[in-house]
């Protein structure tokens, strides 16, 4: 099974990236997960229709180039051929790296049409199961061999630290042959992690080349070229711009895209810089003769945008031979807008303009996967997107420019009913330009419980069901707790108490549904917790516990427990409505001024009936609404002493793409909040 998720193993990285043992290495990869020995090249006219996702459609309508046909006239502004057309007819064309749930990989190409739409993708290279994981790669898209053709380039970093920069050249006919690594180093030279990969003509050969923004991770930056040759391979790169900790640069708060901003026949890089809480900045790297790139000049700034709701691009709009800079924004209001930028006489960013603005609610920018290219071949660059629902249908849809720049109405084009999973469409594009961070999520933490025989003699009391055990998850960065609410005998009391019995605390053994809060010798208020970190904790009424979370501004949580269905469901009138008015009238009387949400297990079927018509009728219905994500992975139980959180990384991953968004913050449970927030770190704003 391939795996999905994980962090490719750190490598120490040495002071002179450019001059060690291993650079320009140009014997091809044939072991691990990208053997070339292993890989299979498929041709647009060998296209089946088995071996991807259900509904998958491999022919395309467009027909191939013949080999040994010439390639279309159409040529764009200033001499220049459409970026990324694979079947040379003069558009550009879309491709996908698709990473199947059964372990194997491959790229499918999207051709374009003469109205700038697109036919159902071909099959334009395979793989087998366990050659790639693609989160293993940063790929991009260029005409790395200046035949005219477009082709595709990835980074692919190994476990062992190995890092290896392979080539698939296209082949003309909308697909791409075997691919080659042209430069690859040993462990201990280059982290994976820290590059950034955009590719474009930098020194003005008619190649495309690629530059990589190296993070050092200890507040250096660099940017090193890697020059293009005549077979698309690279050369040893060099260091084409540097920078160090104390101009205080973050690439996790920068953002590229790549074109010919100037005119000058040389592809630069454009950034939007995030330097401050909600400011932004446009800056222009222009890249010279050698491959190299001058200081960046700052240009259009803005205190008003949200850098989470923003992905970058470029494209020459209105074909007038020089790139636009432009940024796609989500706006709170539901609609989005396409943002131009100019390159002026001084090189700055400016002559900000509307390109594009989408009507409120069309479009959710977390499904679209957006490329620039000239899809019609006119000569002016268009927008077009892969768009995927969490229903697995995709479509595509192509923005085509106008005369002035500005884009048109959406045309859409192929669309397939099902078979698509998102998060596994990898779009190439020239530049990393992902999708906006969604809105990090509000994390309730859980208190652990062990699993498995006698689970009790092993339990810590973990529980947060007071305020030492608020206040410890408030300082790990939990916004809430999920707790426990009991009632004690005949449902006299509401309590933040776990478990069934009194195990674990101060005092005789009794269950608690047997037990008074005040009455008797084996009463439960004032007993203490025995052992675990919070010893020497009381009981706490829900009452208190509520008041307790409210002044630690802490969003509650509470789980109802079975137990509880003793009094709450007892043929006694008079005992059901005593333990009701426990759970409801505490909730009541703090609601208007407190986030409160209450459920019950799954399992509980008549307790969890009459909740929610009693919640209902007391015109609490918010609280059984908008619960908090479980995010643990049930397959990776809590144990005493605690397992390392490094086993829920996977189902987290899969639980921040599936929830998580870039408008609103989702609230998400763990046993593990420290460690949540911690992981969260630089994966969503």
Not at 433 to 438: A, F, G, M, N, R
Request: aromatic share 12%; hydrophobic share 35%; with cysteine.
């Amino acid at each position: 099974m391939k795996r999905r998720f994980g962090l490719i193993g750190a490598a120490v990285v040495c002071a002179l990236l450019g001059l060690q043992a291993g650079i320009g290495n140009a014997s091809a990869i044939t072991g691990g997960e990208a053997g070339a020995s292993e890989a299979v090249a498929v041709t647009a006219d060998s296209a089946d229709s088995g071996g991807g996702p259900a509904g998958f459609p491999y022919v395309s309508s467009i027909a191939a180039r013949p080999d040994g046909e010439t390639r279309a006239a159409t040529v764009r502004a200033a001499g220049k051929s459409p970026r990324h057309d694979y079947n040379g007819d003069g558009r550009s064309d879309m491709v996908a790296w698709y990473d199947y749930d059964d372990g194997h990989d491959g790229m499918r190409a999207f051709l374009a049409a003469p109205d700038g739409g697109f036919a159902a993708p071909n099959r334009a290279w395979e793989s087998a199961a366990g050659n790639f994981w693609a989160e293993h790669m940063k790929r991009v898209t260029g005409d790395f061999n200046g035949d005219g053709t477009g082709d595709v380039a990835a980074f692919y970093g190994y476990d062992d630290g190995r890092v290896s920069l392979l080539t698939w050249l296209g082949t003309g006919n909308g697909a791409f042959s075997a691919h080659f690594s042209s430069w690859a180093v040993a462990p201990g030279n280059w982290t994976f992690d820290a590059i950034t990969a955009e590719a474009g003509d930098f020194n003005g050969d008619g190649r495309d080349d690629i530059a990589a923004w190296y993070d050092y991770r200890n507040g250096d930056d660099k940017l090193f070229t890697f020059l293009a040759d005549a077979r698309g391979g690279f050369g040893t790169p060099f260091s084409s711009f540097a920078r160090t900790a104390a101009d205080g640069w973050e690439v996790d708060r920068m953002k590229f895209a790549t074109g010919d901003y100037n005119g000058d026949g040389r592809d630069d890089i454009g950034v939007l810089d995030s330097y401050t809480s909600g400011t932004v900045r446009l800056m222009a790297f222009t890249a010279g003769p050698d491959g190299g790139f001058s200081e960046p000049v700052r240009g259009w700034e803005s205190t008003g945008w949200q850098f989470g709701r923003v992905s970058v691009h470029s494209g020459d709009f209105n074909g007038d031979g020089r790139d636009e800079f432009a940024a796609w924004y989500d706006y709170a209001d539901e609609h989005d807008a396409l943002i131009g930028f100019d390159l002026d006489a001084n090189g700055r960013f400016g002559n900000r303009r509307e390109l594009l603005n989408a009507v409120p609610g069309w479009y959710e920018r977390s499904w679209m996967r957006i490329v620039t290219g000239d899809y019609n071949g006119d000569g002016r660059d268009d927008l077009a997107t892969f768009y995927g629902y969490s229903d697995t249908r995709a479509k595509a849809i192509t923005f085509v420019a106008k005369a002035d720049g500005t884009l048109g109405d959406a045309l859409h084009s192929w669309s397939e009913p099902k078979g698509w999973t998102l998060d596994r469409v990898h779009m190439v594009e020239r530049y990393s330009s992902p999708p906006p961070l969604p809105v990090c999520p509000v994390v309730y933490g859980h208190g652990g419980y062990p699993t498995g025989e006698k689970a009790w003699e092993r339990d810590q009391v973990r529980q947060p069901n007071h305020p030492k055990g608020l206040a410890q998850h408030k300082s790990w960065g939990a916004g809430g707790v999920e707790a426990d609410l009991q009632l004690t005998k005949d449902g006299t009391k509401g309590v933040m108490w776990h478990n069934r019995s009194t195990r674990g605390l101060t005092g005789p053994g009794a269950d608690v549904t047997d037990i008074w809060w005040a009455t008797g010798s084996d009463q439960l208020k004032g007993r203490t917790i025995g052992h675990g970190p919070y010893a020497g904790e009381t009981v706490y009424t829900f009452r208190e516990w509520l008041d307790s979370a409210k002044s630690q501004n802490m969003a509650a949580f509470v789980e109802l427990k079975g137990e509880a269905g003793q009094s709450l469901l007892s043929t006694n009138t008079s005992i059901r409505e005593t333990a009701w008015k426990e759970v409801i009238a505490p909730i009541a009387e703090r609601i208007s001024t407190q986030k409160i949400m209450i459920y019950t297990g799954a399992k509980n079927t008549d307790l969890k009936a009459e909740l929610t018509k009693r919640i209902e009728a007391a015109g609490l219905g918010a609280t059984l609404k908008n619960y908090p994500r479980w995010v643990d992975s049930a397959a990776v139980g809590w144990e005493e002493p605690p397992p390392p959180a490094s086993g829920q990384y996977a189902t987290w991953q899969e639980k921040l793409d599936q929830f998580a968004n870039p408008v609103s913050s989702q609230a998400m449970v763990t046993t593990w909040p420290k460690e949540l927030k911690s992981w969260l770190s630089g994966k969503c704003l």
